[in-house]
């Protein structure tokens, strides 16, 4: 199976200091057929505050 993205956007929504962590939340198909997925992902600081989110479109099938 291959993944192409497609789409990349990203919402900074304030400024971030100390140890981030990313969370990333996405539907995995259950065949390898050609589909496109969707997937969301936030960025949080060390005491637990949205900084950013972002959402990625990616492009899934068999390799040719």
Not at 10 to 26: S, V, Y
Not at 36 to 42: F, K, Q, R
């Amino acid at each position: 199976t291959r993944m192409i993205p497609v789409r990349l956007e990203t919402d900074f929504i304030k400024k971030g200091r100390g140890l981030m962590t990313a969370e990333a939340n996405c539907i995995i198909p259950s065949s390898n057929e050609k589909a496109e997925l969707h997937a969301t992902v936030v960025i949080r600081d060390e005491g637990g505050n949205e900084v950013a989110r972002g959402r990625v479109k990616v492009v899934i099938g068999p390799t040719d």
